[in-house]
T-cell receptor, first 115, second 115 residues
Framework: GAGVSQSPRYKVAKRGQDVALRCDPI?????LFWYQQALGQGPEFLTY????????KSGLPSDRFFAERPEGSVSTLKIQRTQQEDSAVYLC?????????????FGDGTRLSIL | AQSVTQLGSHVSVSEGALVLLRCNYS??????LFWYVQYPNQGLQLLLK??????LVKGINGFEAEFKKSETSFHLTKPSAHMSDAAEYFC?????????????FGTGTRLKVLA
């Protein structure tokens, strides 16, 4: 498709389980971002990739969160030993290239619920 | 560090009335500014952006915003509201740190359009 694709759309996990969220950016887009959006809040930055390089991971809440983009296209956000406070919508966005004036194109997100 | 403040978490207007959503930013350098719209269970869609040049920016769906450096504002307006404009609106500014960049989002304004 032409847009950013995220899967799964919905994920329910028990506390303590590991989860993996996938993002397929727009073909050719160099930059890829992950955001966490809590209910009623704006997206909060998690991490940023330029091609396969993770240039900024300052927003990852803890070492339970890990993101990768090994071939510079598809990215996976992994959360280990999930906790209830991890429940949120996780948004992926991509942009054509650097620098900061580029608009970001967002996927529809993955809604994660931790029971 | 850059930040964004959106005044009014909820705004209600009558159909056909003026829409005004407020956004103020703080930045020590000329910013890139964006407005995004989010419909339920969807990702964010770009409405308009300001990078350089003309301070009055026109976007999609009849929205426009004016960059006012002296007031550090980037308010979003639309002359006549439609029912389909009911959604959540986010203002964002890009932050550049050590050669990388990320978006800083406001907390959002939910627009309700009354028939």
């Amino acid at each position: 498709g032409a847009g950013v694709s995220q899967s799964p759309r919905y994920k329910v996990a028990k506390r303590g389980q590991d989860v993996a969220l996938r993002c397929d950016p727009i073909s050719g887009h160099v930059s890829l971002f992950w955001y966490q959006q809590a209910l009623g809040q704006g997206p909060e930055f998690l991490t940023y990739f330029q091609n396969e390089a993770q240039l900024d991971k300052s927003g990852l809440p803890s070492d339970r969160f890990f993101a990768e983009r090994p071939e510079g296209s598809v990215s996976t956000l992994k959360i280990q030993r999930t906790q209830q406070e991890d429940s949120a919508v996780y948004l992926c966005a991509s942009s054509l290239n650097y620098p900061g004036g580029q608009p970001q194109h967002f996927g529809d997100g993955t809604r994660l619920s931790i029971l | 560090a850059q930040s964004v403040t959106q005044l009014g978490s909820h705004v209600s207007v009558s159909e056909g009335a003026l829409v005004l959503l407020r956004c103020n930013y703080s930045s020590s350098v000329p910013p890139y500014l964006f407005w995004y719209v989010q419909y339920p269970n969807q990702g964010l869609q770009l409405l308009l952006k300001y990078t350089t040049g003309a301070t009055l920016v026109k976007g999609i769906n009849g929205f426009e915003a004016e960059f006012k450096k002296s007031e550090t504002s980037f308010h979003l307006t639309k002359p006549s509201a439609h029912m389909s404009d009911a959604a959540e609106y986010f203002c964002a500014v890009t932050q550049t740190t050590s050669g990388t960049y990320k978006y800083i989002f406001g907390t959002g304004t939910r627009l309700k359009v009354l028939a």
